[in-house]
C-alpha cells in the first residue's frame, strides 16, 4: 500500500454489495436451467421450522386474548410441542423470511452468495487493478465449469461454510485495514455463517483459531483480532442457547440434533458392535428403537422405522446416552474407529460432483408444499444435473493446475499465499469433520472447493498499482 494512503477494502461497501448481489444473480444461472432452486430434503425441513418459530414469536409478542382460542386460554399446543429433532434456528428463519416475495427461495440463495462475496470483496485493495481479459476469460470458466453456481442457487447454508473460510482469512492480516463498520459488516455475516448449521460451529472453531494461531506466532495477535474470532462464535452460541431455552426449556447450543455422530460410529462398526454386546444390560434408549442395530446411517436416521419412528422423549434421551457411547465404543475399539475416521477422511477429500442437489419443484404456498418428497424423478428430467458430476470435477483440477502454476512462477505474494494456506486448511477441516464425522458426501467438498479456482482467478489477474 502506498504509505498515507487509504487502506480500507473499497468493495466492503454499498456499492459493493450491489455488485456481489449482481454477481449472485448471475452465477445462479442453474436456476434457469431447471426452472427451479436447487435444494435437498432439508432444504424443506429448514423451512418449516422457521415458519413455525416465526407463529412462535408472533405468538409471543401478539398473544391471542384470554380465552379467545377455543376455551382453556387460547392457545392450543405451541408449534415446538413434541419437536424431536431440530436445525438450526437462525437459518431456518432466515430461509423462510427471505422466501417470502414472488422470488420465493431464488432470494434467499441470491442474498446468502451475496453475503459471501462481500467477505470476499475484502482482499481488494485501494491499489489494485485487474487484467480484464483474464477476468472475463476466467470468470466464464469458473460459471461454466465450477461447483460455485450451483451453491449460488442452492437453498441451504452450505455456501456460508465457504464464508467461514474466507473470514478466518481476513482474521490473518485484512482485519487491521478495515474500517469500524466494515468490521461490524463481516462480523454479523461470519456470525450468521457460523449460526446456518450446527457443524459450522466447530468449523469456525478451528479456522478461527487456526488465523489467530497465525497471528500469535508472527507476534500480530491483537485484541481486536481476538474479539473478532471470538464473537460470531459467542453469537452463534447464544442465539441458540436463549433460542433453545426460550423455544424448548432447554437451553443448548446445538438444541435438538440428530445424533449424527452416533450413528457414523454405528456404521463404521464401533459403536455397533459396543450396543450389540451392551444393550441388554445398558437399557439404551436406541435400544428400544431397533430389534438388531443396523449398519446403515441412512436407515438409522432417515428411514421410518429408524430414529424417525422414536419419540421426543426417546430422542431426547438418545442425545444424552451419545457421548457415553461413543467414548466407551473408542475406548473398547480404539484401533477400529481411529481407522474408519481417516479413512471417511480421505474420502471426503476427493468428493467433487453435484450429488444432494436436486430441482425444488414447488415453492412454498404451493398445494403439496408441506407434505412434498423430492424424487428421484425430478433430477432425470434435467441430464445437465447428471452432466455436471463429471464437469465440476475437470473445473476444479483445472483451478488447482492454475493455482501450482503461480505457485511455481512466484506470483504469490505473502497475503495471497495466507490465503492459499486457510483455504486448504479449512477444506482439510472441513472434510474431518463433515466426511470424518458425519458421512462422506459430495455437497460437503464442492460447497467449498470453489474457492481454489476463484483464487486462481484472482491472483493471475491481478495487478497492484501501490507497494504492498
Given amino acids: 500500500m502506498i504509505p498515507g494512503s487509504d ?13 456481489a448481489l449482481g454477481l449472485a444473480v448471475i452465477l445462479s444461472w442453474p436456476m ?43 392457545g392450543g399446543p405451541a408449534p415446538t410441542d413434541g419437536i424431536r429433532n431440530l436445525r438450526s434456528f437462525s437459518y431456518a428463519v432466515f430461509l423462510f423470511v427471505t422466501a417470502q416475495t414472488p422470488l420465493k427461495m431464488v432470494l434467499s440463495c441470491w442474498i446468502q ?7 470476499l470483496f475484502a482482499f481488494i485493495d485501494p491499489g489494485d487493478r485487474f487484467r480484464m481479459a483474464w477476468v472475463a476469460a476466467g470468470g466464464a470458466g469458473i460459471l461454466a465449469v465450477t461447483t460455485l453456481p450451483w451453491f449460488a442457487s442452492y437453498a441451504m447454508p452450505d455456501i456460508f461454510s465457504a464464508a467461514i473460510l474466507l473470514y478466518g482469512a481476513v482474521l490473518m492480516r485484512r482485519l487491521d485495514l478495515l474500517g469500524v463498520w466494515q468490521v461490524l459488516v463481516l462480523i454479523a455475516i461470519a456470525a450468521l455463517a457460523v449460526i446456518s448449521h450446527y457443524g459450522h460451529q466447530p468449523l469456525a472453531v478451528a479456522v478461527f483459531g487456526l488465523a ?16 473478532a474470532a471470538v464473537v460470531p462464535i459467542a453469537a452463534a452460541m447464544s442465539i441458540n442457547l436463549v433460542a433453545s431455552a426460550v423455544v424448548l426449556d432447554s437451553p443448548s447450543i446445538t438444541p435438538k440434533r440428530m445424533p449424527i455422530l452416533l450413528a457414523r460410529s454405528i456404521e463404521d462398526g464401533p459403536a455397533r458392535w459396543y450396543l450389540n454386546d451392551n444393550c441388554a444390560t445398558k437399557k439404551y434408549a436406541i435400544c428400544e428403537i431397533f430389534d438388531e442395530i443396523p449398519a446403515d446411517l441412512g436407515e438409522i436416521l432417515w428411514r421410518p422405522t429408524g430414529l424417525k419412528s422414536a419419540t421426543s422423549e426417546q430422542m431426547d434421551r438418545i442425545r444424552a446416552e451419545e457421548r457415553e457411547i461413543l467414548r466407551e465404543a473408542f475406548l473398547t475399539y480404539p484401533g477400529q474407529q481411529t481407522w474408519s475416521l481417516m479413512q471417511n477422511f480421505f474420502i471426503q477429500l476427493k468428493e467433487v460432483g453435484t450429488g444432494e442437489i436436486l430441482p425444488l419443484m414447488l415453492s412454498p404456498g404451493d398445494p403439496g408444499w408441506a407434505e412434498m418428497k423430492i424424487e428421484t424423478s425430478d433430477a432425470d428430467r434435467f441430464p445437465v444435473l447428471e452432466i455436471y458430476d463429471s464437469v465440476v470435477i475437470y473445473g476444479t483440477l483445472a483451478g488447482v493446475a492454475g493455482l501450482a502454476v503461480l505457485w511455481l512462477q512466484g506470483r504469490f505474494d505473502r497475503e495471497e499465499r495466507e490465503l492459499l494456506l486457510i483455504c486448504l486448511a479449512g477444506i482439510c477441516i472441513n472434510a474431518a469433520i463433515f466426511g470424518g464425522l458425519s458421512e462422506p458426501a459430495d455437497r460437503y467438498q464442492s460447497r467449498l472447493i470453489w474457492l481454489l479456482p476463484v483464487l486462481c482467478l484472482f491472483i493471475a489477474s491481478r495487478r497492484r498499482t501501490g507497494a504492498s
Avoid: C, H, K, N
Fill in 7 to 19: 487502506t480500507r477494502p473499497p468493495f466492503v461497501s454499498f456499492a459493493g454489495a450491489a455488485i
Fill in 32 to 74: 434457469l436451467a431447471v426452472t427451479a432452486p436447487m435444494g435437498y430434503f432439508d432444504s424443506f425441513s429448514y423451512y418449516q421450522t422457521g415458519q413455525a418459530a416465526i407463529e412462535m414469536i408472533r405468538g409471543v409478542l401478539f398473544p391471542p386474548e384470554a380465552g379467545g382460542g377455543g376455551g382453556g386460554g387460547g
Fill in 113 to 119: 452468495t451475496a453475503m459471501t462475496f462481500l467477505v
Fill in 212 to 227: 489467530l494461531l497465525w497471528r500469535l506466532v508472527q507476534r500480530r495477535l491483537s485484541l481486536l483480532s481476538v474479539v
